[in-house]
């Protein structure tokens, strides 16, 4: 499918576990990203990719791990799983030329419960 | 960090009304994005202003870039319920990577 699919769209999981969350896209952006959404607190950016193998922190980076080893996947890893990780995960990606192509487009989420 | 205001929180209207939101910051922008985000699902890209003063339309939603490129406002007209959800500003800087910065968001009822 074209666009930007993320997986799983729900996930349970205890503290202390590894969970990864995936995301893939279809339109060969440069940029991908990573967020999470909790109540008061809106869109928080955890880390961002410019490129295949280009990582870099966002705001809220603790406790999480990311790669880019293709450009169309950046998976999040939670190596050891935290209640305050519970929240709503969105990735978004973009092209990013600078120019009149800044759009950020954004997956339906995996929403994450840490029990 | 850079911030951005975006206000009102919540709105409650009449169908058939007009709505107003906006966001202001401290910060420059050169890029300005609207979107909207209903329960469940991912923020969808309404619209993108790229130039101070720029005033985009798509069907009944209206955008402006400020002149002064530190603010932006999104106007609907006509609202119909399937305008309920809650819309976020967000704005980007070049020298910033890539990176984003997002409102908190305005949260639209729009009563039948």
């Known amino acids: 499918d074209a666009g930007i699919t993320q997986s799983p769209r729900y996930k349970i999981t205890e503290t202390g576990r590894q969970v990864t969350l995936m995301c893939h896209q279809t339109?060969?952006?440069?940029?991908m990203f990573w967020y999470r959404q909790d109540l008061g607190h809106g869109l928080r950016l955890i880390y961002y990719?410019?490129?295949?193998?280009?990582?870099d922190k966002g705001e809220v980076p603790d406790g999480y791990v990311v790669s880019r080893s293709k450009t169309e996947n950046f998976p999040l890893t939670l190596e050891s799983a935290t209640r305050s990780q519970t929240s709503v995960y969105f990735c978004a990606s973009s092209s990013l030329d600078w120019t009149n192509n800044n759009e950020q487009f954004f997956g339906p989420g995996t929403r994450l419960t840490v029990l | 960090g850079q911030q951005l205001n975006q206000s009102p929180q919540s709105m409650f209207i009449q169908e058939g009304e007009d709505v107003s939101m906006n966001c202001t910051s401290s910060s420059i922008f050169n890029t300005w994005l609207w979107y909207k985000q209903e329960p469940g699902e991912g923020p969808v890209l309404l619209i993108a202003l790229y130039k101070a003063g720029e005033l985009t339309s798509n069907g009944r939603l209206t955008a402006q870039f400020g002149i002064t490129r530190k603010d932006s406002f999104l106007n609907i007209s006509a609202s119909i319920p399937s305008d309920v959800g809650i819309y976020f500003c967000?704005?980007?800087?070049?020298?910033?990577?890539?990176?984003?910065?997002f409102g908190q968001g305005t949260e639209l009822s729009v009563k039948p």
């Open positions: 967000a704005g980007l800087i070049w020298n910033q990577g890539g990176k984003l910065i």
């Open positions: 990719s410019a490129a295949a193998d280009i990582t």
């Open positions: 339109w060969s952006h440069s940029y």
